[in-house]
């Protein structure tokens, strides 16, 4: 089988598009473009896509990973154009590799927050040793600590960087810590944010592109 | 343009793919580049609202002209609406995201009545007066067309025009018209008269309705030379000439119909005397199998879908479906899309075209006798027996399948108690079909939905002089059938029938009911529809504060009463229909179209002959 991996971007034309929809979104794309795709087994087969890394409703990102399997080999060039032509408005593959995957080495991703509001300063937010948010499961409410998923946070003039935990093994949201934020900071409150992913890197921050 | 608050309204929504645009294949345009901005709307949500078939035909027919852009927009579910409500935000289209009320026109199509109150909710959230006599010069022309609109008497106030028949066949008229109209610098009424010539458009108010002291019509007559007596429908003569679209916008959520569908035929050969659709849309005019293949291709193509749909009213009376879908299985297999089709005939169901077409995924399969007894088909007009039933399951159950659906109606004009019964006994036999055949697997269970509607009387069907059963004889005929089924293998579903009832009253409604609509709107109807959102006693209000009683519509007429809808033509003669109404009454059947020719009159409206059902 011949796997290749696929970068690309999803901007304002697609944020609103949820994980599942874009799944099939991407499914029709890749007929649209009559590529050989390879397809499950089973009694209803579908087009053989794994992808990295949910992105959340009203997300934008640059890094979003995919990987495709086709039945016959094409050059890289070939499979970027035609899938481009066929994506709609707000998806575009900015670059097509192939061989092994980096995928499950994914740990951590940067995301550029901007708030309506930032805060003056996120020091003493971040010395906590914990930082207890409420989340809900199955079972009822229940209590987190977030702080040991947050690897960095960062006030700019006009936005916030964080790095923070993603992937299978832990994952953590940067609309949490903005509510966790709202939460532990005396006086602050963000207001409407715009979340955007632009990085994901492995557990030793080695970017993963 | 673009509306202020928007994204951060959408943040805070359900599904605000619905709102916010962006498709694949919707239409994109620069607003300054045409002539003619037409809002397609249709007054349901987007999930049902994008699965409706004429709009996707409309809006494309209408984009295909360089002068005019045409876009869309749906009712909002509740949280948006009330998102909209609070920040300001009017309705807007979903490509450009621009406010309805600066469009040259609003088109609304009318698909069923209970979304009657979503069609004022619209204007309201557009801001555009609701009442077509308080627009103006600056408002669009809100344009009403869909079945719906042969008896559009209930909305006559809120809208400035109809368009009777297909749509397709009459825009593009309505467009050239439009922009003659704008560069002569006429009024507002100067257009409305201008387009009243034209054949199939209503204008109600240039009709002056006057009524006898017991509420029903005197007169219906047009108050200005150029509205015309009788409206005649429209209707596309040859289809395989009418231009069907090479691309369907793909939503990006899931809709009801998430396919590509192929339009096989227009009309029904059938007759059956409860459905209005088999009337409206005569004479059967067919695509033939080459035209289908080549739309089939293109969708394909175009959306990618991994779903293709045949649509008609019922496709397996297609005359070509062996050949049409040999070659249309030829073409999906190899592009790996699975093909589905609907409504299926009891008397001619091909069990090894539903093992070819369903070769990927097995679903329920699901039968329409419509009635119990053979008498009460007879009354229908049905025409099929229940030994085409029990063939057609056993055949079924011998294929491998083990579940299906029966549907039915009861509150059926002439019908008496052991009619219902009898749709338990039906059903029972359908379970016998299971267990008396040997090749099916009798360690697997047989199950049996029944799925029970309330008839409702239509305009333009021999049963639009009957009565409708009251929401309490409803309630009784349910409530019996419930005790009929007792089989452990039959599962009965019924539907709420305080809805049909009221949808009895606007499908049979006259102008009086205006106001109904308007009082129901200002205490919050909407979204009737839906189950969750549907409040009988806030329509009863209406109807009480009015002074209006619903028994008046659902009373049983004489032929000499003059009807709401006596001013538009169908085609279909009434004498036809009077003639069907008297056959009903003794149980006696009429052939299809293909077996003998019952002169309904349609023949007339097709000159071109080709394709068509009256001249095969």
Known sequence: MNNYYLTYERTEKTKYVSHLDF?????????????????????????????ALPLSVGYTSECEILEITLTEPLPLKEIMGRLNEVLPQGVKITAVSEGKSRMKALDYALYIVRAENLPESVEEFLSKESILIEKKTKSGIKETDIRPDIKSINVMQDRMEMVLRAGSRANLKPEVVINA????????????????????????????? | MSIKNLDKVLKRVQKATRYSGGELNS???????????????????????????????????????PDTYCERTFAPWIDMEEEMRKEGIPLFTNETHT??????????????????????????????????????EDDPFVNGGGPCSYNSEPLADFFDFFTMGEGEEVIGELMDAYIEWKESGGKRIDYLKRIAKIEGIYVPSLYDVTYNGDGTIKSMTPNCPEAKPKIKKRIIEDLDKVIYPD??????????????????FRGCIRGCRFCQAGMIYRPVREKSPDTLLNDACNLINSTGYEEMGLSSLSTSDYTELETLTDKLLNLTEKEKVSLSLPSLRVDNFSLDLMQRVQKVRKSGLTFAPEAGSQRMRDVINK?????????????????????????????????EMEDIAGIARLAEKVVECYYNSEKTNKRRAVNVTLSVASFVPKPFTPFQ????????????????????????????????????????????GDRKLGKVLLRAHSLGCKLDGWNECFNLELWKQAFSDCGIDMAFYTRE??????????????????????????????????????????????AALCKTKKGCVCFE
């Open chain 2, 557 to 602: 007429r004489s032929y000499d009463e003059i009807l709401p809808w006596d001013i538009v033509d169908i085609g279909v003669s009434t004498q036809f229909m009077k003639n069907e109404n008297e056959k009903a009454k003794k149980a006696a059947t009429t052939p299809n179209c293909r077996e003998k020719c019952s002169g309904c009159g349609a």
């Open chain 2, 99 to 136: 406010p309805v009320k600066e469009f040259d026109f609003l088109g609304i199509t009318l698909q069923y009545e209970m979304c009657y109150s979503n069609v004022l909710n619209m204007l309201s959230l557009a801001g555009i007066p609701l009442l077509s006599s308080e627009r103006g």
């Open chain 2, 247 to 264: 691309k369907l916008i793909v939503p990006f959520c899931d809709i009801v119909h998430d396919r590509a569908n192929i339009e096989v």
């Open chain 2, 383 to 415: 025409n099929v027996s229940e030994e085409d039933l029990v063939n057609s399951a056993t055949l079924a159950f011998e294929g491998g399948w083990n579940s299906v659906k029966l549907y039915f109606m009861i509150g059926l004009p002439y019908e």
């Open chain 1, 181 to 209: 934020m709202n939460k532990y900071i005396k006086g602050y409150e963000s207001g409407d944010c715009e979340y955007h992913r632009k990085k994901i890197f492995d557990a030793q921050m080695s970017e993963i592109n």
């Open chain 1, 23 to 51: 799944v099939r979104m991407f499914g029709r794309a890749m007929r649209r473009a009559h590529l050989p795709i390879a397809f499950s087994e089973g009694f209803n087969p579908h087009p053989l896509l794994g992808f």
């Open chain 2, 465 to 508: 002089w009957a009565p409708q059963d009251t929401m309490e004889t409803l309630a009784e005929k349910q409530l019996f059938l419930k005790g009929e089924v007792r089989n452990r293998h039959i599962k009965y579903n019924y539907h709420q029938n305080d809805i049909s009832v009221l949808e009895g009253v606007f499908a049979r």
């Open chain 2, 27 to 65: 239409v994109i345009k620069n607003p300054e580049d045409v002539k003619i901005r037409y809002a397609f709307a249709f007054p349901d949500t987007y999930e049902v609202g994008m699965s409706h078939l004429g709009m996707k035909i409309l809006y494309h027919i209408l984009n295909l002209r």
